[in-house]
C-alpha cells in the first residue's frame, strides 16, 4: 500500500534536548512538507522540499531543521532552540505538478516535559 | 495576502440532520486551489475535495457535496444525513497557483454528530 508513515506516534523529551521526528512516503512523491498543529489552531508549514537536496523554510522555520538525502525521506529536528515545542506534527507529500493535492501522514505528537 | 476563514468553531447536530461548514477565502490570484480535509479524532488529515479556480461546478459524492462560489469567495461543504462517523475537524484550505508549496489553512470546525 502506498502512503506516508511518521514515527514514532507519541514522543516525550526532556527541555533542552533535540529530537528528530521521521517521516518516509513510497508515493513516488517529489515535493514533502512538515506542518505543525496547535490545539485550535490549522496547520502551519515550517519546511517544505520540492527535490532531493533542496529545501525551503516556511512560515515557523525557527528552531527547526531538515534534511532531504533521499527521495522518500524528510526527517524534521526539532531542535533547543524552539521555545514551544510541544505540537501535534504532520508531514506531507505531493508530485510537483501545479495545485496538486498534498497527502498526509498520521502525524506525531511531541510533548516536551 | 492568502487568508482563509472558517468561522464556525463548532458545531452540534443529532444524527441525520443535515450540516453546513463555511469557509471564506481571501486571495488576490486568479489561479488558485481550494481544498478540504477532514480529521477525525486519530488525527491523519483525510483529503477530500480539491477545486481549482475556474470550476464553479458544484460537486456531489454521496452524503458530501460542495458548494463554489467566486463571487462571494466561498466553498462551503454540506454533509446530508449525518452521521456518527461524521464527528471530526474539517479543515478548508487554499493554494496559490502558480507554486507548489504552500496550504493556507482555516482554524477548522470540529463537527460533533450525537446520536
Known amino acids: 500500500d502506498g502512503g506516508i508513515t511518521q514515527s514514532p506516534k507519541y514522543l516525550f523529551r526532556k527541555e533542552g534536548q533535540n529530537v528528530t521526528l521521521s517521516c518516509e512516503q513510497n508515493?513516488?512523491?517529489?515535493?514533502m512538507y512538515w506542518y505543525r498543529q496547535d490545539p485550535g489552531q490549522g496547520l502551519r508549514l515550517i519546511y517544505y522540499?520540492?527535490?532531493?537536496?533542496?529545501?525551503q523554510k516556511g512560515d515557523i522555520a525557527e528552531g527547526y531543521s531538515v534534511s532531504r538525502e533521499k527521495k522518500e525521506s524528510f526527517p524534521l529536528t526539532v531542535t533547543s532552540a524552539q521555545k514551544n515545542p510541544t505540537a501535534f506534527y504532520l508531514c506531507?507529500?505531493?508530485?510537483?505538478?501545479?495545485?496538486?493535492?498534498?497527502?498526509f501522514g498520521p502525524g506525531t505528537r511531541l510533548t516536551v516535559l | 495576502a492568502q487568508k482563509v476563514t472558517q468561522a464556525q468553531t463548532e458545531i452540534s447536530v443529532v444524527e441525520k440532520e443535515d450540516v453546513t461548514l463555511d469557509c471564506v477565502y481571501e486571495?488576490?490570484?486568479?489561479?488558485?486551489?481550494l481544498f478540504w480535509y477532514k480529521q477525525p479524532p486519530s488525527g491523519e488529515l483525510v483529503f477530500l475535495i480539491r477545486?481549482?479556480?475556474?470550476?464553479?461546478q458544484n460537486e456531489i459524492s454521496g452524503r458530501y457535496s460542495w458548494n463554489f462560489q467566486k463571487s462571494t469567495s466561498s466553498f462551503n461543504f454540506t454533509i446530508t444525513a449525518s452521521q456518527v462517523v461524521d464527528s471530526a475537524v474539517y479543515f478548508c484550505?487554499?493554494?496559490?497557483?502558480?507554486?507548489?508549496?504552500?496550504?493556507?489553512f482555516g482554524k477548522g470546525t470540529l463537527l460533533t454528530v450525537n446520536p
Open positions: 522540499s520540492q527535490i532531493v537536496n533542496d529545501f
Open positions: 486571495t488576490r490570484d486568479t489561479t488558485y486551489y
Open positions: 477545486r481549482n479556480s475556474f470550476d464553479e
Open positions: 484550505a487554499l493554494k496559490r497557483g502558480g507554486s507548489n508549496y504552500k496550504l493556507t
Open positions: 506531507a507529500s505531493s508530485t510537483d505538478r501545479v495545485g496538486d493535492t498534498q497527502y
Open positions: 508515493l513516488n512523491h517529489d515535493a
